[in-house]
Each structure stands twice: as structure tokens, then as C-alpha cells.
T-cell receptor, first 118, second 117 residues
Framework: GAVVSQHPSWVICKSGTSVKIECRSL??????MFWYRQFPKQSLMLMAT?????????EQGVEKDKFLINHASLTLSTLTVTSAHPEDSSFYIC??????????????FGPGTRLTVL | AQSVAQPEDQVNVAEGNPLTVKCTYS??????LFWYVQYPNRGLQFLLK??????LVKGSYGFEAEFNKSQTSFHLKKPSALVSDSALYFC???????????????FGQGTTLQVKP
């Protein structure tokens, strides 16, 4: 149980194009999902909190127009990197919070998406 | 301010020996504490958590952690390390000051565990 998937696992794109990353909770409903960015050998940097049916809450310094987040259902959140540039190359990880039962307050993480912008 | 500290960038231990990965925290009120493990190019895997109850928490893969309120610590331990335990370990505390109460986590900087045969 508590499985979170991400797609794609890796993507290479040209500078200026947009890339969409999907995050799905497979066996539970997640009212809240989180998007992180991780640089090599560093900790996770929270980019935004995604709430089902409402606008995402972005952390300070994260451009909301560049990193578009949509949480259309209780099992799916998407992150779109618009007009990607080489500096956006990174490892993006999502997590989903299971709100109920014994797994309350626990975030479960997806396997991550490696984005490389040429 | 709420924070989590992992004072060691790397911990080296021989296979079969006990291991400890240290974590200290600073929060207002009662902490919700978590340990996660990350293997190369993968997401984080949940190991264990402390919310309330017994100070000794047992988790996945034989790991356990002890909540020590007086020392504000939540060290991760395992009695006998395996080479396959080599990975990056993160301690985290739930952000309880946020007005939206979304369960946001504050992560430590991570500790690389290297278990040598």
C-alpha cells in the first residue's frame, strides 16, 4: 500500500519547450500532494503544495508561472515546467499525503523524474 | 523557527556492526518526526515515524529510532548493518506552524550511510 507513481521517470527536452510530469497516488486518495526539487547530493527543496480542487501554494522564490501545478483529482497532480531552460535541469520528486487511518500524516514519495534541458 | 539537523554528512560502518544516524530537531510543541531513505536516482522511501506513544519506534528493514525529548533527538539505529543499507538518509519534522496545516515536512540535509563488507 501507499504507492505513488511518477511519469515520466526521465525526460530530455530542448530549451524553450514545456514538460509535464504526472504524480499519482495509486492506492489512496491524496487531498494534498507536494512537489520537490533535488540537486545532486543535496536535500529536497519544497517547491509547492498542491491541493485538490484549489490553487497550489508556492514556496518563496518559486515562479508560479514557470512551474504550473494542477491537482485535478484526488489521485493526480501534474507539474508543468514551462519554457524550460538548462538551469531547470534537476530531479523532481512528488509526494502524496495519506490523510486517513494509520498512515495519517505520512508523506509517500514518487520515484522521481530526471529532467535534462538541452 | 522549526528546523532539523543531521550533523554528519557521512557515516561509515562495517557490515554486521550497529549503526546510528543522528538527527536533532527544534520545534514548538510536540514534534511529528520521520525518517526516509533514498537510493540513487530514486524517490524517498518511508522508514518510520514518531507522533506519540512509545519513544522507541520500529520501522522497515530492521530500523528503529528513539525519540528523546530532553535531548531533542530522533536518532536512527539498526543493530546489524547490511551493505544494502548504504544510501542517503533524511530526517524530517512536520511543519506545525503553517496556517494551512497541510502536513508540510522540513527535511534535514541528509546523511550518507556507507556500509562496507
Amino acid at each position: 500500500g501507499a504507492v505513488v507513481s511518477q511519469h515520466p521517470s526521465w525526460v530530455i527536452c530542448k530549451s524553450g519547450t514545456s514538460v509535464k510530469i504526472e504524480c499519482r497516488s495509486l492506492d489512496f486518495q491524496a487531498t494534498t500532494m507536494f512537489w520537490y526539487r533535488q540537486f545532486p547530493k543535496q536535500s529536497l527543496m519544497l517547491m509547492a503544495t498542491s491541493n485538490e480542487g484549489s490553487k497550489a501554494t508556492y514556496e518563496q522564490g518559486v515562479e508560479k508561472d514557470k512551474f504550473l501545478i494542477n491537482h485535478a483529482s484526488l489521485t493526480l497532480s501534474t507539474l508543468t515546467v514551462t519554457s524550460a531552460h538548462p538551469e531547470d535541469s534537476s530531479f523532481y520528486i512528488c509526494s502524496a499525503r495519506d490523510p486517513g487511518g494509520a498512515r495519517t500524516d505520512t508523506q509517500y514519495f514518487g520515484p522521481g523524474t530526471r529532467l535534462t534541458v538541452l | 523557527a522549526q528546523s532539523v539537523a543531521q550533523p554528519e554528512d557521512q557515516v561509515n560502518v562495517a557490515e554486521g556492526n550497529p549503526l546510528t544516524v543522528k538527527c536533532t530537531y527544534s520545534v514548538s510543541g510536540n514534534p511529528y518526526l520521520f525518517w526516509y531513505v533514498q537510493y540513487p536516482n530514486r524517490g524517498l522511501q518511508f522508514l518510520l515515524k514518531y507522533i506519540t506513544g512509545d519513544n522507541l519506534v520500529k520501522g522497515s528493514y530492521g530500523f528503529e529510532a528513539e525519540f528523546n525529548k530532553s535531548q531533542t533527538s530522533f536518532h536512527l539505529k539498526k543493530p546489524s548493518a547490511l551493505v544494502s543499507d548504504s544510501a542517503l538518509y533524511f530526517c524530517a519534522v512536520r511543519d506545525i506552524l503553517g496556517s494551512s496545516n497541510t502536513g508540510k515536512l522540513i527535511f534535514g540535509q541528509g546523511t550518507t550511510l556507507q556500509v562496507k563488507p
